[in-house]
């Protein structure tokens, strides 16, 4: 067994060297290496990563590669693992994290039980605690559904009380079990899937990558598993912001989750889950007008306009372009 630990770098040098004090112990183990991938850092991630890795003297335990664009999350990763297939041929699973966490607890010998050989296993996450506060936050997921968006959209209770596998965030679990997908932020991977299904999809620049290769990893038959035994301390959104209250976000947010539902639904699943989203968001503003406890003070600025009016744009470009080409 050899792990290869991925992290990806994009102007968060000062949190990955946190991350990397963290997965020392397991460093001194000559079957763990780290490749950390810095996504054309506009900043000095770069001298401030190699200072670190020449001071510590950690140059046989660690990979800085300098690639020549930001090419999002998953570009740096498959860059990352390319790179290991090549170098490490003897590698045989993926740990890929985010430089913005501190690994609280991880048993080497518990992974490879999961991924031991012949394994259907394809996928393992891990638990998060919050960075600021240490509470155990959600990193177990179901599937996302143009039905689900309807859901989603009102922010209802008792509609996620009848229809549980709906509600996409989980609690955090205490024991293992299996799922449907699990956060990007620290999840390991079976070379056997990426044999089987590939990289991850560089069309998703930031956001759905995670559940798209988790979606892929199901429909061939790869189990995703979670164990809180793997626990992480999670500082979430550091370099982007999405998540923040109030915060306007970005387009690559948007146009991801539109990728996603074209790329396993269709055109008319995302349609579908547009107008269920839409439908459901009005219930929700219209119980706040009503004042029946529906808080939307933590809704990004301009959710609702820049999630319809995008998608149709895009929906509108796609349809008049295969017009024109028919």
């Given at each position: 067994?050899?792990?290869?630990?991925?992290?990806?770098?994009?102007?968060?040098?000062?949190?990955?060297?946190?991350?990397?004090?963290?997965?020392?112990?397991?460093?001194?183990?000559?079957?763990?290496?780290?490749?950390?991938?810095?996504?054309?850092?506009?900043?000095?991630?770069?001298?401030?990563?190699?200072?670190?890795?020449?001071?510590?003297?950690?140059?046989?335990?660690?990979?800085?590669?300098?690639?020549?664009?930001?090419?999002?999350?998953?570009?740096?990763?498959?860059?990352?693992?390319?790179?290991?297939?090549?170098?490490?041929?003897?590698?045989?699973?993926?740990?890929?994290?985010?430089?913005?966490?501190?690994?609280?607890?991880?048993?080497?010998?518990?992974?490879?039980?999961?991924?031991?050989?012949?394994?259907?296993?394809?996928?393992?996450?891990?638990?998060?605690?919050?960075?600021?506060?240490?509470?155990?936050?959600?990193?177990?997921?179901?599937?996302?559904?143009?039905?689900?968006?309807?859901?989603?959209?009102?922010?209802?209770?008792?509609?996620?009380?009848?229809?549980?596998?709906?509600?996409?965030?989980?609690?955090?679990?205490?024991?293992?079990?299996?799922?449907?997908?699990?956060?990007?932020?620290?999840?390991?991977?079976?070379?056997?899937?990426?044999?089987?299904?590939?990289?991850?999809?560089?069309?998703?620049?930031?956001?759905?990558?995670?559940?798209?290769?988790?979606?892929?990893?199901?429909?061939?038959?790869?189990?995703?598993w979670f164990d809180?035994?793997?626990?992480?301390?999670?500082?979430?959104?550091?370099?982007?912001?999405?998540?923040?209250?109030?915060?306007?976000?970005?387009?690559?947010?948007?146009?991801?989750?539109?990728?996603?539902?074209?790329k396993h639904y269709?055109l008319f699943g995302?349609?579908?889950?547009?107008?269920?989203?839409?439908?459901?968001?009005?219930?929700?503003?219209?119980?706040?007008?009503?004042?029946?406890?529906?808080?939307?003070?933590?809704?990004?600025?301009?959710?609702?306009?820049?999630?319809?009016?995008?998608?149709?744009?895009?929906?509108?470009?796609?349809?008049?372009?295969?017009?024109?080409?028919?």
């Amino acid at each position: 067994m050899q792990i290869i630990i991925v992290i990806v770098n994009y102007k968060t040098a000062d949190l990955l060297l946190q991350c990397l004090d963290s997965l020392r112990k397991y460093i001194s183990n000559n079957n763990v290496k780290i490749v950390v991938s810095d996504n054309n850092s506009p900043d000095d991630s770069i001298n401030v990563i190699n200072n670190y890795i020449t001071k510590e003297k950690l140059g046989k335990n660690i990979k800085l590669l300098m690639l020549p664009k930001n090419g999002g999350f998953s570009y740096g990763n498959n860059e990352a693992i390319k790179y290991s297939l090549k170098n490490y041929p003897k590698s045989n699973i993926f740990w890929l994290l985010n430089p913005d966490t501190i690994v609280n607890s991880c048993s080497l010998e518990l992974i490879s039980k999961y991924f031991k050989k012949d394994s259907k296993v394809g996928i393992l996450g891990t638990k998060q605690t919050s960075m600021r506060t240490g509470a155990s936050v959600s990193s177990v997921f179901n599937m996302f559904t143009p039905f689900g968006e309807l859901l989603i959209g009102a922010k209802f209770g008792p509609l996620f009380r009848l229809f549980p596998k709906y509600m996409v965030p989980l609690p955090p679990p205490d024991k293992a079990l299996q799922c449907d997908w699990v956060s990007g932020a620290s999840f390991f991977v079976n070379k056997s899937l990426i044999d089987d299904i590939g990289l991850m999809d560089e069309n998703f620049f930031l956001y759905f990558e995670e559940v798209d290769f988790c979606l892929r990893a199901n429909k061939n038959q790869w189990q995703i598993w979670f164990d809180p035994a793997v626990s992480v301390a999670h500082e979430d959104e550091s370099s982007t912001g999405v998540g923040k209250i109030a915060t306007r976000r970005p387009l690559f947010w948007y146009n991801s989750r539109r990728y996603f539902y074209r790329k396993h639904y269709g055109l008319f699943g995302l349609i579908i889950a547009d107008l269920g989203w839409f439908l459901g968001r009005l219930t929700l503003l219209a119980r706040h007008h009503l004042k029946l406890r529906s808080d939307i003070s933590k809704d990004p600025k301009h959710y609702m306009s820049d999630l319809i009016l995008g998608d149709l744009k895009a929906i509108f470009n796609f349809c008049w372009k295969n017009k024109n080409e028919s």
